[in-house]
């Protein structure tokens, strides 16, 4: 298995524009968690999806930020309007549910406002 | 205005010395943890786990210890080499209606010197 797949690798863009993030978690996996990494706040859980389903998004910082999970290998964080602040590396993990495991990460997409 | 980050703890070490990394986690419900190496321009990469009815969890070269009354967790590395130069997260599951979500720690800088 490739691991956890998240495209753009980086992305720049202006203020107020659309930005949408990708991911493919691991095949099998069915939680799946959208974190932000900056350098003032650490690694923050923006959101989780369980079976596709959002169980927790209280991590979302506002109302542009969005997210879905149309299907067990597929979901995106949306941010519109974007700002400079939003500027982070944006990571996904997978991990299999039901149990104590392990959440596997993807390399992230670096994200820069301008 | 000047912006004011995380202040990562920060241990140095030699080659060949055995490092310890602490983290105080905060949920008393939490019933697993976990410890990831992130080392620059990647995603946090999985080291150990333990759940919360052990103390003591061994793997190559490393050690996770959990101390429940005190809610603490540590990471020992025997015999750090430089390649394990990178910052390191502990992560707890919570438990209850949060059962599955991840939540990191600041993380603590790692560098060994040859």
């Known amino acids: 298995d490739a691991g956890v797949i998240q495209s753009p690798r980086h992305e720049v863009t202006e203020m107020g524009q659309e930005v949408t993030l990708r991911c493919k978690p691991i095949?099998?996996?069915?939680?799946l968690f959208w974190y932000r990494q900056t350098m003032m706040r650490g690694l923050e859980l923006l959101i989780y999806?369980?079976?596709?389903?959002?169980?927790?998004d209280s991590g979302m910082p506002e109302d542009r930020f969005s997210a879905k999970m149309p299907n067990a290998s597929f979901s995106t964080l949306k941010i519109q309007p974007s700002e400079p602040r939003d500027s982070a590396v944006y990571f996904c993990?997978?991990?299999?549910?039901?149990?104590?495991?392990?959440?596997?990460f993807g390399q992230g997409t670096r994200l820069t406002v301008v | 205005g000047e912006s004011v980050g995380l202040h990562l703890p920060t241990l140095s070490v030699q080659e060949g010395d055995n490092s310890i990394i602490n983290c105080a986690y905060s949920n008393s419900a939490s019933d697993y943890f976990i410890w990831y190496k992130q080392e620059s321009g990647k995603g946090p990469q999985f080291i150990i786990d333990i759940r919360s009815n052990m103390d003591k969890r061994q793997g190559q070269r490393v050690t996770v210890l959990l101390n429940k009354t005190v809610k603490h967790l540590s990471l020992q590395i025997a015999a750090t080499q430089p390649g394990d130069s990178a910052v390191y997260f502990c992560a707890e599951n919570a438990g209850g209606t949060s059962y599955g979500k991840l939540t990191f720690g600041q993380g603590t800088i790692l560098t060994v010197h040859p």
């Open positions: 095949s099998g996996h069915n939680s």
């Open positions: 993990a997978s991990s299999l549910s039901g149990g104590n495991t392990e959440a596997f």
């Open positions: 999806f369980n079976n596709n389903v959002p169980i927790d």
